[in-house]
Structure formats: structure tokens, C-alpha cells
């Protein structure tokens, strides 16, 4: 049996801690997600939020990690791990 990772096991932690509840409502429009890493020299960023989208029982299928002067855009296609896409907007907003 192999050992997990400690910081695999951090992110299960966190997982298991948050209120991950898909109550959200969907009925206004919202726009595009926009996400700012304060953190400049954030180590493993990339590892870190594809074992969260693990965690959360998605996978990532694709992806694309563009940088340009200081700034770095990340992009995941992501679908459930039986291979089924995400199911509602309510659901979207969770991932988000």
C-alpha cells in the first residue's frame, strides 16, 4: 500500500473541512471567474488545484497554463471522474 503524500493529504484535509455544499443559486448571471494569486512565488500552485479538482471527484482532461510578463493564466477542462460533464450551473458555480 502506498504511502500518500503529505501534501495530498493536506488537501483532503481541507476538503473534508469545507462546507462544500452545491446550494448555490443559479438564477443571476454572473460574470466570467476571475482569480488573483497574491502569492507570487506560490510553489506547486499547478499541483495544488489539480488535487483539489481531485478531490472534488473531477478530472482534468485538458489544460493550458499560458504566462505572459509577470502574469500566468490557467486554464482546466475538467468532467467527473465517470466521464459525465458538469450538470448544472449550480454546480458550475461550486467549482468555480
Not at 476538503?15 to 506547486?44: I, M, N, Y
Not at 471527484?57 to 499560458?66: A, E, P, Q
Amino acid at each position: 500500500m502506498a504511502a500518500t503524500h503529505a501534501d495530498r493529504q493536506l488537501h483532503q484535509m481541507f476538503l473534508a473541512d469545507s462546507d462544500c455544499e452545491l446550494g448555490l443559486s443559479a438564477d443571476t448571471a454572473s460574470p466570467p471567474p476571475f482569480v488573483s494569486v497574491q502569492r507570487w512565488d506560490h510553489p506547486k500552485l499547478l499541483f495544488d488545484v489539480v488535487c483539489k479538482l481531485a478531490d472534488m471527484d473531477y478530472v482534468v482532461f485538458h489544460g493550458t497554463i499560458d504566462t505572459y510578463g509577470d502574469r500566468a493564466h490557467q486554464e482546466f477542462y475538467i468532467r467527473h471522474v465517470d466521464g459525465s460533464p458538469i450538470r448544472s450551473e449550480a454546480e458550475r458555480q461550486w467549482v468555480i
